[in-house]
């Protein structure tokens, strides 16, 4: 039982016995002890006045003389104003970190064939340029995220939905057929997914040259790009592919399939994956059929030039078109249309979305229109709406090829975090090989940690340069403190120290042990909490947190070199448990921590 819950138990009954009235547990108001008052844990006592009739500093005393005669956890206890700060008794911490010790899975909680299905989308890339920095926040959230729920005994689908069709890929389609020369990925030594969005590059910047000739003829811009003959071709491939002409539809899925490729190698290297990929080529028939359904119950209605609507006006919301006047579909009937081929697939209790928050109008419209239709998870359906990335530079942009490839910026974090190693000496002694892996882990580690660390609804900006800091709330300072502790564990191991299962709860330990030990029974609430709030930031910041309080300890207490057997070993089953966590942590970020650096 976690020390919190023992502890609200023993106030409502000392309540009862103190003042004859029961009080429910969620009247009980615990919280962490700030750092500038003795305690561990504090009582409000506030709530109780009523019960007392005395004032707040009278009721906590009470409270606390009743819970040190009755709670044997209790140490001592001090009353500032209404707030009653209680100290837990180091046999009852050590007894805590006894539990953990045998608790390897401490804080990750175990699904079973009855919990719930969780399905996850995240990605949803476009077949028209590589995954870039915009990406990278998604991929790493959405794989977060489907980590943290699974911990809390959740069974998790992953999934990722391609925007591969319509104009945008007939425009790289028709740039590859009119300048391409057969170039292919092979033969350019270039990936796929970068070739490809080096047309639709090349593309804009010939439709602009297009814009701008016949501008010069006196036209204005709305009537060049209504004479575009190019984007005219580009229309006229999508009208062909919608048709099936069997000539577009081949060249468009040996590009798609130079696109996954590429696609496929940038999720290896983020250590992102999925278990079932949809298409929107193959779901937005799917979504017409259903939006023709809706139109047949009188869900949704047709409009005279044939288009279908939703009338929302009644959830307080605006007509929201569903199918074009020449029967063509929008976004929202793709959104429909997949809704139905993952309920065909999975029996899904909770869909989660990881998109942007420019989409937070899309989705509250997409709830609503999935339970008009019948579908359970409409109503519950989740938009993890997160906001925007950025360099210190500023916004990106892909037709202008502005953007941060994923690809290159995984490159450069590996790269600072190679050269940032070397020059600290935490590569020294390394074999080139184990050097080369230590780089990888730490580029990636900190990127990925900088990018997680933000609370995700939030906009922010990407520094490459502080994030490879081997200081401060970084991956890297966070994957060397481990790196430290597995040094210290393996030294004891070659002194022949063999860690007890059980620390005998009758040892003296200090206040800063205490305080470790508290904070590694966090995890269990942590690991809660993230998965309630949907935020991998109260994870990263809570292993930051515990990784800062260890370095404190680690710099005033001395571990193998301490003289009192009993104390050494409980150290070292502290900072064991201490490593453990760190690596559970990291890990739901999807983030390694070496052993050696």
């Known amino acids: 039982m976690a020390i919190e819950q023992r502890i609200s138990e023993s106030v409502i009954r000392g309540i009862s016995q103190l003042y004859g009235t029961e009080v429910s547990e969620s009247q009980i108001q615990l919280s962490k002890t700030k750092k500038e008052f003795k305690g561990h844990l504090t009582v409000v006592v506030f709530p109780f006045l009523r019960i007392s009739k005395k004032s707040p500093e009278q009721t906590a005393q009470e409270i606390g003389e009743w819970l040190l005669q009755n709670e044997p956890a209790i140490a001592e206890f001090n009353v500032i104003k209404g707030f009653l700060n209680l100290t837990i008794a180091s046999s009852c911490w050590i007894g805590l970190l006894n539990q953990i010790a045998h608790t390897p899975s401490f804080g990750i909680k175990e699904g079973s064939a009855d919990s719930p299905l969780v399905m996850i989308e995240y990605s949803s890339p476009n077949t028209n340029k590589p995954l870039h920095l915009g990406h990278v926040r998604n991929n790493l959230l959405g794989y977060s995220l489907a980590e943290i729920l699974k911990a809390n005994g959740n069974k998790v689908v992953k999934t990722n939905i391609v925007n591969d069709r319509g104009i945008h890929i007939c425009k790289s389609m028709l740039a590859w057929e009119k300048w391409g020369e057969g170039v292919t990925p092979e033969s350019s030594g270039k990936k796929g997914d970068h070739l490809i969005g080096d047309f639709y590059v090349l593309f804009d910047k010939k439709y602009k040259e297009e814009l701008a000739s016949l ?66 080529s193959e779901t937005y028939l799917e979504g017409k059929g259903k939006v023709l359904e809706g139109v047949n119950k009188g869900v949704f209605y047709r409009r005279e030039d044939g288009s279908v609507w939703a009338d929302l006006t009644q959830e307080g919301l605006d007509e929201k078109l569903l199918l074009r006047a020449d029967g063509t ?36 419209v997409l709830s609503i229109l999935l339970d008009k239709l019948g579908f359970e998870f409409g109503k519950g359906l989740v938009h993890f709406s997160y906001g925007m990335v950025e360099l210190p530079e500023g916004k990106m942009k892909s037709r202008e090829g502005t953007v941060v490839d994923a690809d290159d910026l995984v490159e450069e974090m590996v790269a600072t975090a190679r050269e940032t190693s070397q020059d600290l ?26 990018i997680l660390k933000v609370d995700p609804r939030k906009n922010m900006t990407f520094n490459p340069k502080e994030s490879i800091d081997f200081n401060g709330n970084t991956g890297p300072f966070i994957q060397y403190t481990h790196a430290r502790i597995c040094s210290v564990l393996r030294k004891a191991q070659a002194q022949g120290l063999q860690i007890p299962e059980t620390i005998d709860t009758a040892l003296a330990i200090s206040e800063k042990e205490e ?42 207490y001395s571990i193998l070199r301490e003289e009192n057997e009993a104390l050494k070993l409980f150290r070292l089953s502290l900072s064991k448990q201490v490593a453990a966590t760190v690596r559970k942590g990291m890990a739901l970020l999807g983030i390694e921590v070496p052993e050696r650096m």
């Open 215 to 280: 501008q010069e003829t006196g036209l204005t811009k709305e009537e060049a790009e209504a004479q575009s003959s190019l984007m005219a071709e580009a229309r006229e491939m999508l009208r062909k592919w919608e048709a099936g002409e069997e000539k577009v539809v081949s060249l468009w899925k040996t590009m798609n399939n130079w696109v996954y490729e590429g696609f496929d190698e940038t999720y290896k290297k983020l250590g992102v994956d999925f278990d079932k990929i949809y298409y929107e």
């Open 329 to 364: 579909s929008v976004y929202m009937t793709q959104d429909i249309g997949t809704a139905k081929l993952r309920f065909d697939d999975y029996p899904i209790n909770k869909m989660v979305y990881v998109v942007g928050n420019e989409q937070n109008y899309h989705f509250q």
């Open 425 to 450: 000496g935490k590569l020294d002694g390394l074999s080139t090989e184990e050097a080369e892996n230590i780089a990888r882990i730490v580029g990636l580690g900190a990127l990925k940690y900088f």
């Open 515 to 556: 305080n470790l030990i508290q904070s590694l029974t966090e995890f269990e609430t942590v690991v809660s909490e993230a998965g309630t709030e949907y935020s991998p930031a109260v994870i990263a910041n809570y292993v930051y947190d515990l990784v800062k309080e260890y370095n404190q300890f680690y710099h005033d």
